[in-house]
């Protein structure tokens, strides 16, 4: 039966002192990543207040003229740091497509307060442990994005264990992975259409996300997040309180045989009679693990039925090439100098 509806999951059951109450979300886990995977995650224990100061501040942000955010622009494409403008940013091309570019803007941040050590340095680490650039307004962005990405790094180390209970393996599998982790804070503003859009143009375009896991805090407006599910077509991904939406990225897929489903999604254009109260702010936290760590088919995924379908990998071999191809303008034309806030 074709998947209609995003599955709800209470992280809490995790945490029981009943092993069977463990052993049943377990169960529950790896059926939504095999059908599906995405999942919306109560319980999370992210406070309100870290999202809502988050939120505000990024709202501030993007309301700043054109010409204040570029102060902060992504200095080359190939990072995920920065103020990246309207024009410069096409997920598509990821994956071998060709679009318009994404109707977005986005301000994104990556670790801090790393050790100056030989694996975080440029020379070996580039582009994962790229600066973080900020901006002098608004003063409370810098450290709500901190507060905010410190809490989501929890949560992801979190969640890592629950993903490696649903696989048959020990609950601290994946925690050697991500204890150099480059993972990234990424800002998602998708202003109201002022104009009609180029044919074959999304607020953001098909595809799967590269890393591990990607933690959306999602927001509901006209013209949001929809995802095609194995056997389906697209489905509105919900936007419920003080949830998150989890889903599986490429990274996870090949680690489980493809077991596990990394899942087609896209920011949906709105409808015309909609488009003026469609503005619209996503956070996403992209779990990246280390990018030395190797990434090979994990011994549960694989049987006399299932053998190996990946080469091995490191999540450095195949992210940095991949995220490259979506950034910057399109080929054909130069940068344009972006959008303003609305």
Not at 43 to 52: D, F, I, L, S, W
Not at 120 to 147: I, Q, T, V
Not at 269 to 288: D, H, K, Q
Request: proline share 9%; with cysteine; aromatic share 10%.
């Amino acid at each position: 039966m074709a998947t209609r509806t995003i599955p709800v999951l209470d992280l809490q059951r995790f945490e029981s002192r009943n092993p069977a109450t463990v052993a049943a979300a377990a169960r529950e886990l790896d059926g939504i990543c095999r059908e599906i995977g995405f999942v919306v995650v109560g319980n999370h224990g992210v406070p309100e207040e870290t999202q809502q100061a988050l939120y505000e501040s990024a709202q501030a942000f993007f309301d700043l003229p054109l010409e204040a955010k570029m102060t902060v622009r992504r200095p080359q494409h190939d990072q995920n740091r920065g103020y990246i403008p309207y024009g410069e940013e096409t997920l598509a091309r990821m994956h071998g497509g060709d679009t318009p570019p994404d109707y977005k803007e986005v301000f994104a941040i990556g670790p801090f307060g790393r050790p100056d050590d030989r694996y975080h340095s440029r020379e070996r680490s580039y582009p994962n442990f790229a600066p973080n650039l900020w901006p002098a307004r608004p003063p409370g962005l810098e450290p709500a994005m901190k507060a905010y990405f410190l809490a989501l790094e929890e949560l992801s180390h979190r969640l890592s264990r629950y993903f490696a209970l649903a696989l048959g393996l020990p609950a601290d599998w994946f925690l050697d992975k991500l204890d150099r982790h480059a993972s990234q804070l990424r800002l998602l503003h998708y202003p109201a259409p002022d104009r009609e859009l180029e044919p074959g143009q999304l607020r953001c375009g098909v595809h799967t996300d590269l890393g591990m896991m990607t933690i959306l805090r999602n927001e509901a407006a006209a013209g949001g997040l929809q995802v095609r599910p194995r056997a389906s077509e697209w489905i509105d991904a919900p936007a419920i309180d003080n949830t998150f939406v989890v889903n599986i990225g490429d990274l996870l897929m090949r680690w489980t045989n493809d077991r596990w489903v990394s899942t087609p999604h896209r920011v949906a254009v709105p409808e015309a009679e909609a488009r003026s109260r469609s503005r619209r702010l996503s956070i996403g936290y992209f779990t990246r693990p280390n990018y030395d760590a190797p990434i090979a088919c994990i011994g549960t995924c694989v049987d006399a039925r299932h053998p190996p379908l990946y080469a091995p990998t490191t999540v450095r071999i195949y992210n940095d090439a991949r995220f490259a191809r979506g950034a910057g303008p399109r080929r054909s034309e130069p940068a344009r100098a972006g959008m303003g806030g609305a």
